[in-house]
């Protein structure tokens, strides 16, 4: 009996040691693991942070210059097929009578050509018809591009300046136009242009109307390894131009582009600033090439800006940009005529490399042909 009650005893005090030992594993792993894991949270996320920000911007390569219209072709057809179209259907009426010709100037005009040259091309278009007597749709359609070429005036020098004209220094691009035409972008185009041709590239942020427009010039600068000298919002345009185009000359950059504000507080401050930024570039040497970038999309109210600044700045060539987004390609005879200068560069995209030199060749061939050919 005496030895069933030590068995019992010793029994109980077992259980109760196993019991104890057990609850007191689990009670110190349940206090370990919450200490455990915030400890190790912040060591693995720190260096994964700090991998994106510590990478360099990599230095693009701009895609080739060369034959730039016709890889984009597809967009400037797309958008303006309507009028090549439009103008063979009617030219393959079943009568050629007073009405159709009508209809085809209105078509012309309807795609901004302009009345002067609409008028042109109809009436050389109508002479030829009649003259030839024929109605071979292949005919028709090499004397609707023979017409559009003419009035185009393939024989204008399109180069954009990248020499000085003093023979010195850099070659001084000024940028100039209306706000959201795309002279920022075009400034950023362009150096990615030139760079492609083994040119050195200076820009000067001269819209200094908004802190953006030279944080937005600096990262096209950066993409391409250009330098771009800038001031605080509100700083004198023209000293920031001037200040850009004495770091070109000494840095013996070959191209300085000069970006410009569009909007100030009213159109006559706009422009006599910009004919101040001239004039203190010109201290140094005369403006290579003066560029008004216009937006094709707005039809006459660009070819009133374009008047406006032609009479101010003296003008040499035309950025057309959108013409992706416009169905009236017609802007570019129409420009040419409003100013008497010619259309150097096409906008056909958003993309960095989406500008191209303008070619009449080309550009008649898309917009006749369409993108199938
Ligand atoms: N689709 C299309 N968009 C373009 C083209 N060129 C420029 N853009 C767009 O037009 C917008 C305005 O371009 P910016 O270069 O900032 O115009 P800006 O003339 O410098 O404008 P401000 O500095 O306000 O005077 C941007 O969103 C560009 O991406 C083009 O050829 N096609
Ligand atoms: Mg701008």
Do not use: H, Y
């Amino acid at each position: 009996m005496d030895n069933l009650w030590i068995w019992l005893v010793a029994a109980v005090v077992v259980i109760a040691a196993v019991v104890g030992i057990a609850f007191g594993v689990r009670a110190s792993r349940s206090k370990s693991e919450p200490v455990e894991a915030p400890a190790e949270e912040p060591q693995v996320e720190a260096p994964k942070e700090a991998e994106p920000q510590a990478a360099a911007p990599a230095i693009e390569t701009p895609e080739p210059v060369a034959g730039r219209l016709v890889r984009l072709r597809s967009r400037l057809a797309r958008s303006n097929n309507a009028l090549g179209k439009g103008l063979l259907a009617l030219l393959a009426s079943d009568k050629l009578d007073d009405d159709v010709w009508d209809e085809v100037e209105e078509t012309l005009l309807g795609a901004d050509v302009g009345m002067a040259d609409t008028t042109a091309v109809v009436e050389r278009l109508r002479e030829r018809v009649k003259v030839l007597g024929t109605r071979d749709p292949e005919e028709l359609r090499r004397l609707l591009k023979a017409e559009l070429t003419a009035v185009l005036r393939p024989e204008l020098d399109r180069s954009v300046a990248t020499a000085p004209p003093s023979g010195e220094g850099p070659a001084v691009i000024l940028m100039v136009g209306v706000n959201g035409s795309g002279k920022t972008t075009t400034c950023g185009r362009v150096a990615r242009v030139l760079i492609a041709e083994g040119k050195t590239v200076l820009m000067g942020a001269a819209d200094t109307f908004r802190a953006a427009a030279a944080e937005q010039l600096e990262t096209w600068g950066s993409r391409v390894g250009a330098k771009v000298v800038r001031r605080g919002e509100g700083a004198d345009p023209a000293s920031v131009a001037f200040d850009a185009v004495k770091a070109g000359t000494e840095e013996g950059a070959d191209v300085v582009l000069v970006d410009t504000a569009g909007r100030l507080q009213n159109k006559a401050g706009l422009m006599d600033e910009l004919g101040k930024v001239k004039r203190v570039i010109e201290k140094q040497g005369p403006v290579a090439e003066t560029l008004l970038v216009l937006d094709a999309t707005t039809g006459q109210n660009g070819l009133q800006q374009a008047k406006v600044f032609g009479e101010v700045c003296d003008v040499t060539g035309i950025v057309l940009t959108k013409l992706d987004g416009s169905a009236k390609g017609g802007i570019v005879i129409a420009v040419q005529r409003q100013l008497g200068v010619p259309v150097k560069l096409v906008g056909l995209g958003e993309g960095p490399d989406d500008l191209a030199p303008f070619e009449v060749g080309a550009f008649v061939d898309a917009i006749v042909d369409g993108a199938e050919s």
